[in-house]
């Protein structure tokens, strides 16, 4: 299958690989158990409690995840029992009014752990149709419905998170997504203080409603960044360099686990002329993560420098010449070094005699520019 089309785009080329093992076309007639469970809370067959509504209800289940023609597909629908007035609706034993479902991806219980899930740093990404429709005045609804794509770690202790890293690629809540073409994404992270901290945050809206058609959703996350996708094109991110608050919050696990999930809310439910059943489409989930054996470029440290700084890079065997180069802000190349140990490998660079300012390093490959990156020198 030719992949050159679907690579993580603005990354350094090259450099990435698509992880067949932790990705899943859903070409298949119903879910992979091997990758996913299909949350059933109640039932507790995920390790993670997960799957309750606002109220909390327990909604989520298996029967509402299936696969069919390429895509996995959920579905929220009414509680059968929740039109019949004369049937109490109650469960563990708060009311619910819908069913719905999500998949996660299979994970392990481990002492002093927590959950531990088999994704790390790299690319992710979900092509997906999402929930809403047209209303009588043609205008695009989805309040109340709340569709995600995320992936954590958490590790309790008793009754305190001590540790909770999450990225949110497609979050919005049942009153951001009121239009149907409102994304929210953003990273969480918590160390030790039992509760849990939003980072960043940020929102997009579509042009056109997200049930329209399908349209991609992904998140780089690396040490030193994360920048947020939507079709290709990045709208927000965050780097340790330009933003060096964030270093700690992009220490992540590497024990993180995928979700992707259909929420029904009550703060607010839908409208009560709204359709059902809703439909979530995922065309795919795609994980690419870095190649070590292919040539990369990573930031110096420490950064900013004032005398001497390491730079990392990666070079693939069978390559002929490889050099650094360092550019004044202006592109004028003020240093060229050619390096000779092929594989992962580190240079020192005196920065003594450069003046203070932002320079840019690269590393070229048989020619080819590989990656560049942001140096800020101080005296």
Not at 18 to 39: C, H, P, Q, Y
Not at 213 to 239: C, G, M, N, T, W
Not at 317 to 343: C, N, P, W
Request: glycine share 6%; charged share 20%.
């Amino acid at each position: 299958m030719d992949l050159s089309a679907q690579m993580p785009p603005a990354i350094d080329p090259g450099s990435w690989m698509l992880d067949d093992s932790r990705s899943d076309e859903f070409n298949g007639t119903m879910l992979d158990t091997v990758k996913w469970w299909a949350i059933d809370p109640c039932n507790y067959t995920d390790s993670i409690h997960h799957g309750y509504n606002w109220s909390g209800g327990c909604h989520f289940r298996p029967q509402n995840v299936s696969v069919v023609n390429g895509n996995a597909i959920i579905t929220a629908d009414y509680n059968s029992d929740s039109l019949n007035d004369s049937i109490p609706c109650y469960h563990y034993p708060n009311f619910y009014r819908f069913y719905s479902g999500g998949i996660q991806s299979k994970q392990v219980k481990m002492l002093g752990l927590g959950a531990v899930g088999s994704y790390s740093f790299g690319y992710y990404e979900m092509r997906a149709k999402l929930p809403g429709y047209y209303d009588v005045n043609s205008l695009p609804v989805g309040k109340g419905f709340m569709p995600t794509f995320w992936f954590y770690y958490q590790y309790w202790q008793g009754s305190c998170i001590k540790k909770h890293d999450e990225v949110d690629i497609l979050e919005p809540d049942p009153s951001q997504y009121y239009d149907a073409r409102t994304n929210v994404v953003g990273w969480h992270d918590e160390n030790n203080a039992c509760s849990v901290q939003k980072i960043g945050q940020a929102s997009l809206t579509s042009a056109n409603p997200l049930f329209d058609d399908f349209h991609k959703y992904a998140v780089e996350l690396l040490p030193d960044r994360i920048v947020f996708y939507f079709d290709d094109q990045p709208f927000f991110s965050a780097d340790t360099l330009a933003s060096p608050q964030y270093t700690h919050s992009l220490d992540f696990s590497p024990y993180l686990a995928v979700v992707i999930d259909f929420q029904i809310g009550n703060n607010p439910y839908p409208p009560s002329d709204a359709p059902f059943p809703q439909f979530m489409y995922i065309d795919y989930f795609r994980y690419y993560r870095l190649k070590i054996s292919q040539s990369a470029l990573f930031q110096n440290y420490p950064n900013p420098v004032n005398t001497y700084t390491q730079i990392t890079y990666s070079i693939a065997t069978g390559s002929m010449d490889a050099f650094i180069k360092v550019y004044e802000a202006t592109g004028h190349e003020i240093r060229s070094v050619q390096l000779t140990e092929k594989g992962r490998a580190k240079i020192t660079l005196d920065c003594s005699s450069l003046k203070p300012g932002v320079y840019v390093y690269s590393l070229e490959v048989d020619k080819t520019l590989i990656g560049a990156r942001k140096m800020i020198v101080i005296k």
